[in-house]
């Protein structure tokens, strides 16, 4: 995740740079922010993260454990996209999808400040997400062949994964709050752009119910709640 977040900097860095070696040049695409309607494509990748409440009461087996993700693995997301012209600077954009994804979730104790991992850490809860983002997009002033632009909407995930994850049961639904940022590159066939994003999710994942499986209770006792966070590194294709 570090080489992509330092290749998006390099392109959001570089990219004035770009522009005013361009001065010269006839821009690319020079009527295309002025459609009114204009579909494109997107894939990207991401990493999937929980916040953890830690119960830090001693579970049914008269221990205590704490968990976390500590370390984040990539996943892809593919979509399409739909964006609606409503003034020089602002789009509203639909951009439904899928994703794929893992979360390795590692349970501990710490005794005489030492870390002791549970038997059975990590679990693993992998995810395949239908995704169902709207968005708006506000663009800065268009430097020859490049534009910045911020994006801020919302958007409801759908896990397909089976919510009965190894000892643990996970509701399937969240809804999500969504800002990013990145640059359009005006190419001489297609635009394409590229966009750093953070998603939050709103909703308890875990669901105090169990799974019903003898010995996975203490999973459920040792957690208060799981809100989902994902970070999205996303190139669009319109």
């Known amino acids: 995740m570090k080489k992509v977040i330092f290749i998006l900097s390099f392109f959001l860095l570089a990219a004035p740079v770009f522009a005013q070696k361009d001065k010269k040049k006839a821009p690319n695409l020079p009527g295309f922010d002025e459609k009114k309607l204009h579909f494109g494509f997107l894939i990207g990748f991401n990493t999937l993260d929980f916040r953890v409440y830690n119960a830090g009461q001693p579970t049914s087996d008269g221990k205590t454990y704490y968990a976390d993700v500590l370390k984040l693995k990539p996943g892809l997301n593919i979509g399409i996209v739909t964006s ?9 954009r639909f951009l439904p999808g899928i994703s794929f994804g893992q979360r390795d979730l590692y349970f501990y104790q710490v005794i005489n400040d030492s870390i002791l991992y549970h038997e059975n850490s990590p679990l693993k809860i992998k995810s395949t997400f239908l995704e169902f983002p709207l968005i708006v997009k506000f663009s800065g002033k268009r430097m020859q062949n490049a534009k910045p632009f911020i994006t ?42 590229v966009e750093l994003k953070a998603s ?39």
């Open 84 to 92: 609606l012209r409503l003034n020089k600077h602002f789009n509203l």
């Open 200 to 238: 939050i999710g709103f909703a308890n994942m875990l669901n105090p119910e169990g799974t019903g499986e003898p010995g996975d209770e203490i999973y459920t006792e040792a957690l208060d709640a799981l809100k989902s966070r994902v970070f999205s590194l996303t190139f669009y294709f319109e």
């Open 152 to 193: 801020a909407g919302v958007n409801t995930r759908y896990d397909l994964a089976k919510n009965k994850q190894d000892h643990l049961l996970l509701r399937s639904l969240d809804f999500y709050a969504e800002a990013g940022a990145g640059f359009d590159f005006y190419m001489t066939y297609f635009r394409l752009s």
